[in-house]
């Protein structure tokens, strides 16, 4: 109110200024040029005139002043508690933690509480007062803040120091978490496979001309720390192994993530086969090291299956599946590329597909084929070959060849093959050997024997003055006893005895029993 009546004066003044220099303008205009010296006298007189208003102007501008003096002083004593509570005044305008105002703060509300996350140890508290003149104390930084509360006081005196205001703030530190599992685990931008945050291991394989992968881990926990992740550069042959440590928010909990970077071995050179088939069957005589082959099959067979393993499961085999054949030879390539793919080697199959009817003859014990002796590709009215060897299986023995598994009939290799024929082997398990051999007497020339009777078998003795070799027959029967004599006198004679039975046409022997040993007086 004050401001407001001075500008008003001063504009009124102002104002006749103005007036009175635009009213002696006009009236010099009027005055004729030939009066100069008048008007000379006439100016002088009207300067004279000028400087009189100017003081008179000056006078009562000073009064005017005087006058707003006294007007103001007059509110001033209207509105004597507008001053004094001002002075007295110990309100906080704005209250800061770190730059950024209390949420709903309010200058008549005193306690306030402010949440901080774990990883903050400091907080800076800032503060602007209404009356910048007040004095204040408790602002400033503050470190080393445990977690949960810290309780700090800004406290607030007025200008005149007769009020006196605290604000209270809690500033609580929130407890660092425990989490330590990730989110996620990638080896060159890809997840490992199979990744869960509770699995702790796993293991990559990558080519050997690969050195170097770049591992990056996400932890579930953004407040986490991850150390042992980033490029890993020469890689040996073979595993690297290289932990992840993932520490939780709250510096005492971890967890060990490992991954183990198997490098291979350089690419093999491995070209060389490990078996060859046609139609299922083996080719006789096959080598890894012999590359060229000849097979004789029907006239009906008007395709073949060609089967092959490499040595190397990571070569490559081209040529193989089925392949039709024509009659005559057909040259059929098996190539084996190494995993290199450099290194190659061709087999060559020759399929010989026959021009006249024929008929296989193959050799069977009961519903499997036998490897040996190999299927006998037979012109129609020829005969088959009779095997050259007998044919053997551990603890049995072999009888001979059948046109069944009935085994009523034994195959005649002197038949005329007219269709496709299966011949079967007859195995008999051997019997257990004879236990209870015992000597149940001695004489000058003569050992008396005895041993237990085995149910439907026959008995073969044998003796010798050697533990070892040189034994002779001495008896066949079915009585379980024996009195050998014509022996030398005072000699030392060992005898050992087996089961035997006959079945088509072949004794079918047991082990023999333990040695006895006797001498003769």
């Known amino acids: 109110m004050k401001i407001k009546n001075k500008k008003i004066v001063v504009f009124i003044i102002f104002a006749l200024l103005i007036s009175l220099l635009l009213s002696f303008t006009y009236m010099t205009m009027e005055i004729p040029e030939e009066l100069e010296s008048i008007n000379e006298f006439e100016s002088a007189k009207e300067l004279e005139s000028a400087k009189e208003l100017e003081s008179a102007k000056e006078l009562e501008s ?33 209250l800061k933690i770190d730059d950024v105002s209390i ?71 929130e407890r660092g978490s425990n989490v330590r599992n990730l989110s996620d685990l990638q080896v060159d931008g890809v997840t490992v496979p199979n990744f869960s945050p509770t699995t702790t291991s796993y293991t990559i394989n990558i080519p050997n001309t690969k050195t170097s992968v770049d591992i990056t881990a996400q932890a579930l926990d953004p407040n986490a720390t991850i150390t042992g992740t980033g490029v890993k550069r020469s890689l040996l042959v073979g595993n690297n192994r290289f932990p992840i440590l993932v520490t939780a928010e709250n510096g005492t909990s971890y967890r060990t993530y490992t991954v183990n970077i198997n490098r291979e071995k350089a690419l093999s050179k491995e070209v060389n086969l490990k078996d060859l088939k046609v139609d299922g069957v083996t080719i006789p005589s096959f080598s890894p090291h012999i590359t060229d082959y000849t097979v004789n099959v029907l006239r009906t067979s008007s395709s073949v299956r060609i089967a092959a393993v490499s040595r190397d ?96 009939q034994k195959f005649k290799f002197s038949t005329k093959i007219t269709k496709h024929t299966s011949v079967y082997a007859r195995f008999v398990r051997n019997p257990v050997a004879p236990t209870g051999l015992v000597i149940t007497g001695t004489k ?78």
């Open 62 to 94: 000073a009064k005017e002043l005087e006058s707003a003096e006294e007007l103001e002083s007059a509110e001033e004593l209207e509105n004597p508690d507008e001053s004094s509570s001002f002075l007295s005044n110990a309100n906080l305008a704005d």
């Open 103 to 173: 949420p709903n703060f309010a200058p008549d509300i005193y306690s306030y509480t402010y949440n901080i996350p774990y990883l903050m140890t400091s907080v800076f508290i800032s503060i602007t007062p209404e009356n910048v003149k007040t004095s204040f104390s408790g602002d400033g930084i503050k470190d080393n803040l445990s977690i949960g509360n810290n309780q700090f006081i800004i406290t607030v005196t007025s200008e005149d120091n007769t009020t006196t205001k605290n604000y209270n703030i809690n500033i609580i530190r």
């Open 313 to 408: 499961s990571k070569a490559k085999i081209a040529g193989t599946g089925t392949q039709n054949v024509n009659i005559g030879n057909n040259k059929l390539e098996i190539t084996v590329t190494a995993e290199n793919g450099i290194n190659t080697k061709v087999y060559v199959v020759n399929i010989v597909r026959s021009a006249v009817t024929e008929f296989i003859v193959t050799f069977r014990e009961g519903s499997r084929s036998l490897v040996t002796p190999h299927p006998q590709i037979v012109r129609n009215n020829a005969k088959a070959i009779r095997p050259p060897a007998a044919m053997t299986k551990i603890g049995y023995t072999f009888i001979d060849w059948y046109t069944s598994t009935k085994f009523t």
């Open 444 to 521: 000058t020339n003569s050992i008396s024997l005895r041993w237990n009777k085995t149910s439907g078998m026959r008995y073969e003795l044998e003796y010798s003055t050697h533990p070892n070799k040189d034994f002779k027959k001495v008896k066949k029967g079915t009585r379980n006893s024996h009195v050998q004599s014509k022996l030398k006198r005072n000699t030392t004679y060992y005898f050992r005895l087996l089961n035997f039975r006959r079945i088509g046409g072949k004794d079918v022997k047991s082990m023999y029993s333990s040695t006895v040993v006797a001498r003769t007086r």
